[in-house]
């Protein structure tokens, strides 16, 4: 890997096909064979291109180069440009991810097992060598057959370009792109030296559907699940528990919410905490054993992925348990983590089930009641003290973020702050699949690749993780926002029963981990403006500048502790 990344729009025309010759020699063929799939790729409606450089993948990176309609990225670093093309993927059209072979190859693997587990659609070219210098001890070379197991929908190796399967180019393009629309593939694509040589004339344009290969494998379980017919839901007392990656639309959750009355508790992912009914602060109003014992539901109705809070999940399962049904909709893939679901449902089948149900109108004032005193109570502790707390700023970061710029909150406390205190405006993009730190930056960067104003609310350990992400950001002119919360290590440890167990210096040790690194100074190393702030009001004028630029905001681990207790009392208070 190296140490550079740069973002490049091609310029050179594409191919002028009346003015080409048959190719004869074989390194024409595979130029042939990549243009081909190239021109398909851009008919089927492929616009970005992320190139994690070298050599073996050579005919295909010349051949994606050459076309002014992709936006072509080249990004040396591969877990990062993994990454990029995993947000530039957000978009529902899937971009063109491709490596040399060996070691590069392995390091796209975390993004692709994000991209797996939340239906971000991506076409993973890995670049190999021949068949028969695998296995042979050359150099470069490893087992790249099947490399991302189940983590992808599909994998395919149609061997080296042969002039007699041209009738075949446009089809196997095409249908990467259609098995790619729910999922990241692997395209593995061995290439013979010469490695250089001269497109022919393109085969005819590709028409109709693209239809399954032979021999080529569909992989993993992501088969679409198996809904189940919903009997009459009577219950008055339900709750709608609103989550990410659900692809149920904001419009049929309130639909739902219209005809029960049931509050919605929405986490910012979700993007739908502008609706009625929407709860923000049940990790702290649950907390209070008064509110979660007299307000257990009858049924729960899960919309999409599980939210961030141990806390709600846990009250769930003891309704569950007590008897209260839950039922599923959307995924992505089957999400059950307390081995508890009742019943697996559309939203459409949901809203059949329930329209005979009679709101309770108190039901739902109790909750939205409570919620509006908790939210004033977060508040009213916030702004206590001009302390820029660790839920300060994620509640600012929510609050006063410019409209049109999107925001990309990190796993670990980022995400959980941006959640639990994070108000009815807060809304984000966070990479929930496999909930891992890496490639919070470059998914950011990806996202802001397309144009968008982009922000990213980030812990220092994640910041130094995917701090690669950073080369080459000022001279591409991205406007990426970066707010890194500086505790110097692992700030959710603290709040896990080792940091009261173990021994202090062994909990550093492994938990705490501090990093002794200089947020700023690694930001100004890559030419970025940096600055660190102390007031809610310096990051909200912040904000307000476009990027690319770093603000880091110093806090402790300890006293983060501290705060979170005093917001959790606070609501508790407010609501008892």
Not at 23 to 49: H, K, M, Y
Not at 349 to 370: F, N, Q, R
Not at 376 to 400: C, F, I, Q
Not at 496 to 524: C, K, M, N
Request: proline share 6%.
């Amino acid at each position: 890997m190296g140490f550079a990344l740069v973002s490049t729009i091609s310029t050179v025309e594409p191919y002028r096909l009346e003015a080409m010759v048959e190719p004869i020699r074989a390194q024409d063929v595979q130029a042939t064979f990549c243009a081909t799939l190239v021109d398909e790729w851009i008919n089927q409606g492929v616009r970005s291109v992320v190139i994690a450089p070298g050599s073996r993948s050579t005919p295909l990176a010349v051949a994606l180069a050459a076309r002014i309609e992709l936006s072509v990225q080249v990004v040396h670093d591969e877990r990062v440009a993994g990454f990029v093309a995993l947000g530039l993927g957000l978009s529902g059209v899937p971009s063109i991810l491709l490596c040399t072979s060996g070691t590069a190859a392995a390091n796209f693997f975390p993004a692709v097992v994000e991209a797996g587990l939340s239906d971000v659609p991506m076409i993973v070219v890995t670049a190999d060598r021949p068949e028969e210098l695998r296995g042979v001890g050359a150099p470069q070379t490893i087992d790249q057959v099947e490399l991302y197991g189940s983590h992808v929908r599909w994998y395919h190796d149609p061997g080296v370009a042969d002039a007699a399967e041209r009738g075949q180019w446009r089809t196997l393009a095409a249908e990467t792109m259609q098995r790619a629309q729910a999922g990241p593939i692997q395209l593995n694509l061995p290439f013979r030296e010469p490695l250089l040589g001269v497109p022919g004339v393109l085969p005819e344009e590709f028409a109709g559907d693209a239809a399954v290969r032979d021999g080529a494998e569909e992989r993993g379980e992501h088969t679409a699940l198996v809904c189940e017919p919903l009997s009459a839901i009577t219950e008055p007392h339900g709750l709608i528990l609103a989550g990410g990656r659900s692809g149920v639309d904001a419009a049929s959750v309130a639909t739902l919410h219209a005809l029960t009355g049931w509050p919605i508790l929405a986490d910012p992912i979700s993007g739908m905490r502008h609706l009625d009914g929407v709860v923000t602060t049940s990790e702290s109003m649950l907390r209070s054993a008064p509110f979660a014992d007299c307000h257990l539901p009858d049924v729960v109705i899960r919309v999409g992925r599980p939210s961030t809070s141990k806390t709600l999940a846990q009250w769930i399962d003891h309704a569950v348990a007590g008897g209260a049904q839950l039922v599923q909709v959307g995924g992505p893939g089957l999400i059950d983590p307390g081995c508890n679901v009742d019943a697996v449902a559309t939203l459409d089948a949901v809203i059949a089930a329930v329209e005979g149900t009679t709101p309770d109108s108190e039901w739902l004032d109790d909750w939205t009641t409570a919620d509006r005193a908790a939210d004033a109570a977060v508040l009213a502790a916030l702004s206590e003290t001009d302390e820029l707390s660790e839920p300060l700023v994620a509640r600012t970061v929510a609050d006063h973020l410019p409209a049109g710029v999107d925001l990309v909150v990190s796993s670990s406390m980022p995400i959980r702050d941006h959640e639990w205190f994070g108000g009815r405006r807060a809304t984000a993009h966070a990479n929930r699949g496999a909930n891992g730190i890496d490639g919070v930056m470059s998914t950011a960067r990806g996202i802001a690749a397309m144009g968008k104003s982009t922000a990213v609310l980030i812990g220092d350990l994640a910041f130094v993780h995917d701090s690669n992400a950073l080369v080459g950001l000022v001279a591409n002119g991205i406007d990426l926002r970066v707010v890194v919360v500086d505790n110097d290590g692992g700030g959710i440890f603290s709040f896990l029963p080792q940091a009261s167990t173990l021994a202090r210096d062994r909990f550093e040790q492994l938990f705490g981990t501090p990093l002794g690194t200089d947020v700023a100074a690694l930001a100004t190393a890559h030419g970025i403006d940096v600055c660190t702030v102390a007031t809610a009001d310096e990051l909200i004028d912040q904000l307000a500048k476009p990027g690319p630029w770093v603000v880091r905001i110093e806090s402790t681990r300890d006293r983060n502790v501290e705060v979170h207790a005093d917001l959790h009392a606070a609501v508790a208070a407010a609501i008892s």
